[in-house]
T-cell receptor, first 111, second 114 residues
């Protein structure tokens, strides 16, 4: 039972364009959402988060949007850079500290 | 500051053998997590500890898996006996209470069971 779903296993985007990574969740108790970025042979690293009381959070080139009614969130990267090529994991939590991760989306930014 | 340390980085073993993965969390962190990454299921939480006490082990797939945290600076994940389907990357992560859910991951152990 996958409570956090990333339906696109991969995405290719031209450098300078916008990358949009999507995530859906099923558990209505989730109240905090996170994105992690993972390079090959490394552990995931935290990228950005959003609380359910907000619908948008921005940090530089990265913006996360939350649509609670649709149980959907997305990560926008603009402009995309080759160094953004990585696997992106969506994650969510309903209780403090226990986090449920999605299956990941591999982003390739083409120079 | 040193991050989360995991050893070994790579482990190749034969089916039926015992495998022990090791983790040293970031000093001062009071939560420790063990995850398994597979293509099909992404990052699965296996077990997590708070102040060295196991809090939730509902993700541990079978009795063949066990985890311990004898002190604040060391944890092990043991698989006995190992099976080919256990092949995956195993991550350890830690965080500090009050730091809302941002976890710091180690580099992972790539386990191959032949």
């Amino acid at each position: 039972d996958q409570q956090v779903k990333q339906n696109s296993p991969s995405l290719s985007v031209q450098e300078g364009r916008i990358s949009i990574l999507n995530c859906d969740y099923t558990n209505s108790m989730f109240d905090y959402f996170l994105w992690y970025k993972k390079y090959p042979a490394e552990g995931p690293t935290f990228l950005i988060s959003i609380s359910s009381i907000k619908d948008k959070n921005e940090d530089g080139r990265f913006t996360v949007f939350l649509n609670k009614s649709a149980k959907h969130l997305s990560l926008h990267i603009v402009p995309s850079q080759p160094g953004d090529s990585a696997v992106y994991f969506c994650a969510a939590s309903a209780t403090h500290q226990k986090v449920t991760f999605g299956t990941g989306t591999k982003l390739q930014v083409i120079p | 500051d040193a991050g989360v340390i995991q050893s070994p980085r790579h482990e190749v073993t034969e089916m039926g053998q015992e495998v022990t993965l090791r983790c040293k969390p970031i000093s001062g962190h009071d939560y420790l997590f063990w995850y398994r990454q597979t293509m099909m299921r992404g990052l699965e939480l296996l077990i997590y500890f708070n102040n060295n006490v196991p809090i939730d082990d509902s993700g541990m797939p079978e009795d063949r898996f066990s985890a311990k945290m004898p002190n604040a600076s060391f944890s092990t994940l043991k698989i006995q006996p190992s099976e080919p389907r256990d092949s995956a990357v195993y991550f350890c992560a830690s965080t500090i209470s009050g730091g809302r859910d941002e976890q710091f991951f180690g580099p992972g152990t790539r386990l191959t069971v032949l």
